[in-house]
């Protein structure tokens, strides 16, 4: 989606919301809401959290739940590396930066602010409060620019409930005492409805709740995806948002991707199905919220599974190009991608045949095994191959089992408990030799490349000079 679609479709949306709401923006106004929100959204490194990530979010049933998910990706400090000028506006204010931290500033640097009290006690924090990153930062800056740019023309229940539905979409939050998210989320809105005494009665209360859980279980639903290659392709649009230097195709290094692997297997193996979707008072119904988990805990099967291959597979190509540096591009030991290589050429097309591949032994081994053979759903990002010939490759030697352990290996290795060459020594020599022998072949097909252009200045050298037409090494123009 380019940025004028992107600009358009949230006007769209805007317009519709608001006359739902029964308020009055004029079109410019509108347009430069509009503007605020998309800009950030379609920032260099945004794969993920895009302009229909917001659109999917906020469903089009619901004016609240609409507006709140259009604004509710509007900050992200760990994707942008900043904030967006626009959007700070309305931020500056209300924070400052203390040790490369962002912190609510303190009672007495405050102005007298409303708006800004009733969304600070939407998420529980107070003045002087140092934001967490991985604990509702974003998301409380998002629902403050949302409050703030449309506090003329919205009422005050109603920027509650925009607040209220950004706040559930902190995500992957246990229960506290037996306390979820969602009931905390319910307690505050009694305790702020009280406190600025609005016109708000339970009822309503508990629907906005509902409205917050439909947002945040839209704002995950890609781990019940019943098809576990969109759900690993919508994983991977995560890596280049919060690794870099994966967006620089062809330069990133074999440690850089081993890396986001890491973190993304890390976190992936952390997480428990039971804190990724929401639940209150019935909404969403008992059958759809098991159904959900159990499809979660499956992907997150699958994708430990999947992930765990490939460290174990990068763990040795990075143990036998240490000897080079640090810095060795992957594309140095793999080859270019596909639509890039000369010729075709890349590390597998040296791999040879295998008489007898591995049969997996359970369903989750042998949709992994197909997964990294035929690839996961096509992301967002152009950076990296849906499919993984060299974890296809080693698994049809060694299977499952000798991955899994070979993966534990790795992460020692990767922690500089073991050498490369410790780690490279108890990997199966078969296919150490095997890798050995392709890299070594790929880095000879680059030599005849080079060669052949040598040979070509050599002849062109060798004719009579006046076959060449004199230029200067150096001009002044």
């Given at each position: 989606?380019?940025s004028?679609?992107?600009y358009?479709?949230?006007?769209?949306?805007?317009?519709?919301?608001?006359?739902?709401?029964?308020?009055?923006?004029e079109?410019s106004?509108?347009?430069?809401?509009a503007?605020?929100?998309?800009?950030?959204?379609?920032?260099?490194?945004?794969?993920?959290?895009?302009?229909?990530?917001?659109?999917?979010?906020?469903?089009?049933?619901?004016?609240?739940?609409?507006?709140?998910?259009?604004?509710?990706?509007?900050?992200y400090?760990?994707?942008d590396?900043?904030?967006?000028?626009?959007?700070?506006?309305?931020?500056?204010?209300?924070t400052?930066?203390?040790?490369?931290?962002?912190?609510?500033?303190?009672?007495?640097?405050l102005?007298?602010?409303?708006?800004?009290?009733?969304?600070?006690?939407?998420?529980?924090?107070?003045?002087?409060?140092v934001?967490?990153?991985?604990?509702?930062?974003?998301?409380?800056?998002?629902?403050?620019?949302?409050?703030k740019?449309?506090?003329?023309?919205l009422?005050?229940?109603?920027?509650?409930?925009?607040a209220?539905?950004i706040?559930e979409?902190?995500?992957?939050?246990?229960?506290?005492?037996?306390?979820?998210?969602?009931?905390?989320?319910?307690d505050?809105?009694?305790?702020?409805?009280?406190?600025?005494?609005?016109?708000?009665?339970?009822?309503?209360?508990r629907?906005t709740?509902?409205?917050?859980?439909?947002?945040a279980?839209?704002?995950?639903?890609?781990?019940?995806?019943?098809?576990?290659?969109?759900?690993?392709?919508?994983?991977?649009n995560?890596?280049?948002e919060?690794?870099?230097?994966?967006?620089?195709?062809?330069?990133?290094?074999?440690?850089?991707?081993?890396?986001?692997?890491?973190?993304?297997?890390?976190?992936?193996?952390?997480?428990?199905?039971?804190?990724?979707?929401?639940?209150?008072?019935?909404?969403?119904?008992?059958?759809?919220?098991?159904?959900?988990?159990?499809?979660?805990?499956?992907?997150l099967?699958?994708?430990?599974?999947?992930?765990?291959?490939k460290?174990?597979?990068?763990?040795?190509?990075e143990?036998?190009?240490?000897?080079l540096?640090?810095?060795?591009?992957?594309a140095?030991m793999?080859?270019?991608?596909?639509?890039?290589?000369?010729?075709?050429?890349?590390?597998e097309?040296?791999?040879?045949?295998?008489?007898?591949?591995y049969?997996?032994?359970?369903?989750?081994?042998?949709e992994?095994?197909?997964?990294?053979?035929?690839?996961?759903?096509?992301s967002?990002?152009?950076?990296?191959?849906?499919?993984?010939p060299l974890?296809?490759?080693?698994?049809?030697i060694?299977?499952?089992?000798?991955?899994?352990?070979?993966?534990?290996?790795?992460k020692?290795?990767?922690?500089?408990?073991?050498?490369?060459?410790?780690?490279?020594?108890?990997f199966?020599?078969?296919?150490t030799?095997?890798v050995?022998?392709?890299?070594l072949?790929?880095?000879?097909s680059?030599?005849?490349?080079?060669?052949?252009?040598?040979?070509?200045?050599?002849?062109?050298k060798?004719?009579?000079?006046?076959?060449?037409?004199?230029?200067?090494?150096l001009s002044?123009g």
């Amino acid at each position: 989606m380019d940025s004028k679609e992107a600009y358009l479709q949230c006007l769209e949306r805007l317009s519709w919301a608001i006359d739902r709401l029964q308020a009055k923006v004029e079109p410019s106004e509108l347009a430069r809401i509009a503007e605020l929100i998309v800009q950030p959204m379609i920032g260099p490194w945004r794969f993920f959290h895009t302009p229909q990530h917001i659109f999917d979010v906020g469903g089009n049933e619901d004016a609240i739940e609409v507006m709140a998910a259009l604004f509710h990706d509007i900050v992200y400090v760990q994707v942008d590396r900043s904030i967006n000028f626009n959007v700070s506006y309305y931020i500056t204010p209300i924070t400052k930066e203390v040790n490369k931290q962002l912190q609510i500033r303190d009672r007495s640097e405050l102005s007298a602010d409303a708006t800004f009290e009733m969304v600070m006690l939407v998420f529980g924090f107070v003045p002087g409060e140092v934001l967490n990153p991985f604990s509702g930062q974003n998301e409380f800056l998002s629902a403050l620019v949302a409050a703030k740019a449309l506090e003329p023309f919205l009422k005050r229940e109603q920027l509650l409930q925009i607040a209220a539905c950004i706040e559930e979409t902190i995500p992957f939050r246990a229960a506290e005492s037996g306390i979820t998210a969602s009931q905390r989320l319910y307690d505050r809105l009694q305790a702020i409805t009280n406190l600025f005494d609005l016109s708000f009665t339970d009822e309503e209360m508990r629907e906005t709740v509902k409205k917050a859980v439909r947002i945040a279980n839209r704002d995950v639903i890609s781990f019940a995806y019943q098809s576990s290659a969109h759900f690993l392709a919508n994983t991977w649009n995560l890596l280049p948002e919060t690794n870099h230097n994966l967006t620089c195709c062809g330069f990133y290094t074999v440690r850089d991707y081993r890396v986001a692997l890491q973190k993304m297997e890390g976190f992936l193996s952390y997480l428990k199905p039971d804190v990724i979707f929401r639940q209150f008072e019935g909404c969403p119904d008992d059958r759809t919220y098991q159904r959900w988990k159990t499809t979660a805990q499956y992907n997150l099967e699958i994708a430990k599974l999947y992930l765990g291959c490939k460290l174990a597979a990068i763990a040795l190509l990075e143990a036998l190009s240490s000897g080079l540096g640090i810095d060795v591009s992957l594309a140095m030991m793999m080859g270019e991608l596909p639509d890039r290589a000369a010729k075709g050429l890349r590390l597998e097309s040296f791999f040879p045949e295998i008489e007898k591949p591995y049969e997996p032994k359970i369903g989750v081994e042998a949709e992994v095994l197909n997964l990294l053979e035929n690839g996961r759903a096509k992301s967002n990002s152009n950076t990296d191959l849906e499919n993984s010939p060299l974890a296809t490759f080693v698994v049809k030697i060694v299977g499952f089992d000798e991955m899994r352990y070979q993966c534990d290996r790795a992460k020692e290795f990767f922690r500089k408990n073991l050498d490369g060459d410790d780690f490279i020594s108890d990997f199966n020599p078969i296919v150490t030799e095997i890798v050995v022998d392709s890299i070594l072949k790929l880095f000879d097909s680059r030599k005849s490349t080079i060669y052949r252009y040598y040979n070509i200045t050599s002849e062109l050298k060798s004719k009579p000079q006046t076959n060449f037409r004199a230029r200067p090494f150096l001009s002044n123009g």
